[in-house]
């Protein structure tokens, strides 16, 4: 069954609504500059927005972007974390020749 939901509610509502009921697709037909798309994607789930502007698109765009990068080095987001992407710890007493 859909979930419908204005808007309007805070991020942290959305959030906790999105992992509460699995919440796995967002079609966004009024998207704001919250970081919504990021929430849906960090758990696993697509997003899907339709925006007034190309302007809107692009800063959307750039913004997940920005959070999803963050996040593939991240741990704490095990369904966005690769290793192989992480940045290389230094090991005590290692040598580099």
């Known amino acids: 069954m859909p ?3 204005p808007h309007a509610l805070p991020l942290l509502f ?3 609504y999105i992992k509460a009921y699995n919440v796995k697709h967002v079609i966004d037909l009024s998207p704001t500059p919250l970081g919504l798309a990021f929430e849906v994607v960090k758990e ?6 339709v925006c007034a502007t190309k302007i809107q698109a692009d800063y959307l765009k750039d913004q997940l972007q920005s959070k999803l990068i963050k996040g593939i080095v991240d741990k704490d987001y095990p369904l966005l974390y690769d290793a192989r992407f992480a940045p290389e710890v230094a090991v005590e007493g290692a040598s580099v020749s």
């Open 44 to 49: 696993g789930g697509s997003y899907v927005v």
């Open 3 to 5: 979930h419908i939901a």
């Open 14 to 16: 959305m959030s906790n």
